[in-house]
């Protein structure tokens, strides 16, 4: 079966910007967790959406949201970038049960500038 | 809050030599996962314990389950080029994230 698809793969986007990530599941799958990974900073949970609600968050500012569609298909958007958000993006799949595999996407590689 | 630790942060060793990493969580894990992140790449889910005290081999690859399940192992038996790549723990959130990952260790293998 298809993997977790993330578009696009890199981006570039300058400070008070606003962008927009996308993350398609593996089919089946109803949670989608996204994460922040940066060199110093290792893998930071964002959140979690599960069936088209968010279910958990992490500590992020308010500048970062998503959303989840009917289709599992889910979406991060990052409002007034700033230079810190410079990350690699990653989404991860799974049936949403407690402990299950999560099986990650690619990534969007993100620099604002 | 729930913290999962890793050591070492980063590990260089000689091809053919052996590479352990350790993980640690400040609270009692359900289950612990590992994953491994080649340079350039995503995490990829490499194993998961779930009983205490519980070991599982893969090829080269052990790992192991304390037996409080706060604690867990990965170690390759003669490290190989291929093995090069970031090694992340992971556990069930007791606050309702789905997973809580350490901060990996990076393994370095020189031919």
């Not at chain 2, 291929?82 to 990996?104: E, H, M, R």
């Amino acid at each position: 079966k298809a993997g977790v698809t993330q578009t696009p793969r890199y981006l570039i986007k300058t400070r008070g910007q606003q962008v927009t990530l996308s993350c398609s599941p593996i089919s089946g799958h109803r949670s989608v967790s996204w994460y922040q990974q940066t060199p110093g900073q290792g893998l930071q949970f964002l959140f979690e959406y599960f069936s088209e609600t968010q279910r958990n968050k992490g500590n992020f500012p308010g500048r970062f949201s998503g959303r989840q569609f009917s289709n599992s298909r889910s979406e991060m958007n990052v409002s007034t970038l700033e230079l810190g958000d410079s990350a690699l993006y990653l989404c991860a799949s799974s049936t949403g049960q407690l402990g299950t595999e999560a099986f990650f996407g690619q990534g969007t590689r993100l620099t604002v500038v | 809050g729930q913290q999962v630790m890793q050591i070492p942060q980063y590990q260089h060793v000689q091809e053919g030599e052996d590479f352990t990493t350790y993980c640690n969580s400040s609270t009692t894990l359900s289950n612990i996962q590992w994953y491994k992140q080649r340079p350039g790449g995503h995490p990829v889910f490499l194993i998961q314990l779930v009983k205490s005290g519980e070991v599982k081999k893969q090829k080269r690859l052990t790992f192991q389950f304390g037996e409080a399940k706060k604690n867990s192992s990965l170690h390759i038996t003669a490290t190989q080029t291929t093995d090069v790549g970031t090694y992340f723990c992971a556990g069930p959130s007791n606050y309702g994230q789905n997973f809580v990952f350490g901060p990996g260790t990076r393994l370095s293998v020189l031919p």
